[in-house]
């Protein structure tokens, strides 16, 4: 059986570019150029495009065209938190950035009040950073923490302000407090760097720009 038209300019494309003929960050010619390439219709190179964006080969850029995707390297880290991390992917040679938090006030979903032991629909705090390697979207990371830490004392949670020490540790000096748990609710899809996001159980992979991590933490004094 022959094999459809749009399968067969996506195979030979996927060809060029696993020979190197067409280097990561290439832009591809125009569906116009591929069209007179190939003696193909537009909607034919339309989908030969989109089975190669569907396995994360090329990405489209608006306004600007369709690139050959860059291959990234997972690097695994381990689940820490302020300057450790930081200075983890350091010693390993990347270079690690951590945006600002946003800072925010949320009545508790369901699934986050029955790990932090708290009424759904209380409210809590949530603080959400992006974690870069080189330049690259590692993880972005949503942790909740209960009000009642704020009004025991925990005021820099509600800064928009990073804790270079880390949370945890913050907790602990200003509060007296230690963990005692720890939940991670992960989500990742396949995006244009083709590396699905893999756990262990105190590391992460990095794994392009479309994960996410939604952690929370539990405190006891003691």
């Known amino acids: 059986m022959a094999q459809a038209k749009y399968r067969q300019i996506a195979q030979d494309l996927l060809e060029q570019i696993r020979s190197g003929a067409v280097r990561p960050g290439d832009q591809l010619p125009s569906e116009l150029e591929l069209g007179e390439k190939y003696s193909?219709?537009?909607?034919?190179?339309?989908?030969?495009?989109?089975?190669?964006?569907?396995?994360?080969?090329?990405?489209?850029?608006?306004?600007?065209?369709?690139?050959?995707?860059?291959?990234?390297?997972?690097?695994?880290?381990?689940?820490?938190?302020?300057?450790?991390?930081?200075?983890?992917?350091?010693n390993r040679g990347g270079t690690a950035m951590v945006t600002v938090p946003q800072v925010g006030i949320r009545g508790a979903p369901r699934y986050i009040a029955d790990r932090l032991h708290v009424p759904e629909?209380?409210?809590?705090?949530?603080?959400?950073?992006?974690?870069?390697?080189?330049?690259?979207?590692?993880?972005?990371?949503?942790?909740?923490?209960?009000?009642?830490?704020?009004?025991?004392?925990?005021?820099?949670?509600?800064?928009?302000?990073?804790?270079?020490?880390?949370?945890?540790?913050?907790?602990?000096?200003?509060?007296?407090?230690?963990?005692?748990?720890?939940r991670d609710r992960r989500r990742t899809r396949r995006g244009f760097s083709g590396f699905p996001m893999t756990v262990g159980p105190r590391s992460s992979r990095s794994s392009g720009p479309d994960t996410a991590t939604a952690t929370t933490d539990r405190c006891r004094s003691g």
Do not use: C
Not at 56 to 61: D, F, I, Q, S
């Open 40 to 90: 193909a219709s537009r909607n034919t190179i339309r989908d030969a495009v989109k089975w190669l964006t569907l396995r994360g080969l090329v990405e489209a850029k608006p306004g600007q065209g369709t690139f050959a995707a860059r291959r990234i390297k997972p690097f695994v880290t381990t689940l820490a938190e302020g300057n450790r991390w930081l200075g983890e992917v350091g």
């Open 121 to 182: 629909g209380a409210q809590i705090i949530t603080r959400r950073q992006e974690r870069y390697i080189d330049r690259t979207p590692s993880s972005l990371q949503t942790t909740a923490y209960s009000m009642d830490l704020v009004q025991q004392g925990a005021t820099r949670l509600l800064a928009a302000e990073n804790i270079p020490e880390g949370t945890v540790a913050y907790l602990g000096e200003r509060l007296g407090l230690r963990q005692v748990g720890h």
